[in-house]
Nanobody
Framework: QVHLVESGGGLVQAGGSLRLSCAASGRSFRNYAMGWFRQAPGKGREFVSAISWSGGSTYYAASVKGRFSITRDNAKNTVYLQMNGLKPEDTAAYYC????????????????????WGQGTQVTVSS
């Protein structure tokens, strides 16, 4: 099991940028793919992005591709989500997740079961 703590959320104007961080603890971090989901008020949790354990493969939802970038630093046990060109529809609670699978199927959530979740960090984009 991996324990996850997100940070970096906040209030930003449309067109602005934020960088979310997710610090992981647990000796298995390097064996886990990492990713981000989000949940807007009244909506289900949706896939945003994932990165393989090596960082060699990344995956994005169509709604964020070209605007968001996911990276990881295994030496620091941290995964990042750089969000540029933010839109009001990006407003949501963002959750970090980790799982031994490679991340390529996480877009099927909730049909896939993921091992660990953080508590979430709020991102609010004003128009």
């Amino acid at each position: 099991q991996v324990h996850l703590v997100e940070s970096g959320g906040g209030l930003v104007q449309a067109g602005g940028s934020l960088r979310l961080s997710c610090a992981a603890s647990g000796r298995s971090f390097r064996n886990y793919a990492m990713g981000w989901f989000r949940q807007a008020p009244g909506k289900g949790r949706e896939f945003v992005s994932a990165i393989s354990w090596s960082g060699g493969s990344t995956y994005y939802a169509a709604s964020v591709k070209g605007r968001f970038s996911i990276t990881r630093d295994n030496a620091k046990n941290t995964v990042y989500l750089q969000m540029n060109g933010l839109k009001p529809e990006d407003t949501a609670a963002y959750y970090c997740t980790a799982d031994p699978s490679d991340g390529s199927t996480w877009y099927r959530y909730p049909s896939v079961d993921l091992a660990s979740w953080g508590q979430g960090t709020q991102v609010t984009v004003s128009s």
